[in-house]
C-alpha cells in the first residue's frame, strides 16, 4: 500500500497549510494519509510538506546534496505547549540496513539508498536539536497499517 503514482492532496483546511495548498504532493498512500491526519487533527496547528530543504553530505559521492524533509507540523501537545516535529514517511523496511548473502542488484541498490537516507536524516535530526524541534521517522507500523 505504501507505493503509489504520485498525487496532490487537496486539504480541507488549507489555513492550517504553511507553503502552498494548491501543491501538496504525495509521492505514496501512506504521505496521504498522513497529509489527511495533520489536516483532520485538531492538535496540528500548522503543517507542512517538502516546503524547505536541509544540507547533506551524500556518503556515495561526499557531495552537498539537498533533502527535502516530508513533513513538518507544529502541534498542541497534552499539557497545553506546543512542539514542532519533522517527519519522513518511510517503510519499515527501508529504515533498516538490508541483510542479504548475495550481492544482487537490487541489495547493492538498497544498500546505497539506506547510507544516503542515514545521512539525510543525521543532518535533519542535527537540524531539529537546533532548532528544538523533534525529528521523527514515521513507519506503517505508526499509521496502523
Not at 498512500?29 to 500548522?46: M, P, V
Not at 524547505?52 to 513538518?72: E, L, V
Not at 529504515?95 to 544498500?111: A, D, H, S, V, Y
Amino acid at each position: 500500500m505504501g507505493k503509489s503514482k504520485k498525487s496532490i492532496y487537496v486539504p480541507s483546511y488549507p489555513k492550517k497549510y504553511k507553503g502552498n495548498p494548491n501543491n501538496i504532493i504525495c509521492r505514496s498512500n501512506w504521505e496521504r494519509l498522513f497529509c489527511k491526519w495533520c489536516d483532520s487533527n485538531e492538535n496540528i496547528l500548522e503543517w507542512g510538506s517538502e516546503e524547505f530543504w536541509i544540507p547533506y553530505r551524500s556518503p556515495i559521492d561526499h557531495k552537498i546534496h539537498r533533502y527535502f524533509p516530508d513533513f513538518i507540523a507544529r502541534m498542541k501537545q497534552k499539557n497545553g505547549t506546543e512542539k514542532t516535529l519533522m517527519l519522513e514517511v518511510k517503510p519499515e523496511k527501508q529504515t533498516k540496513l538490508p541483510t542479504q548473502k548475495r550481492r544482487t542488484q537490487t541489495f547493492l541498490r538498497e544498500t546505497v539508498a539506506y547510507a544516503v537516507n542515514q545521512e539525510k536524516w543525521r543532518a535533519a535530526d542535527l537540524f531539529c536539536k537546533e532548532h528544538g524541534w523533534e525529528f521523527m521517522l514515521i513507519t506503517e507500523k505508526e499509521l496502523g497499517i
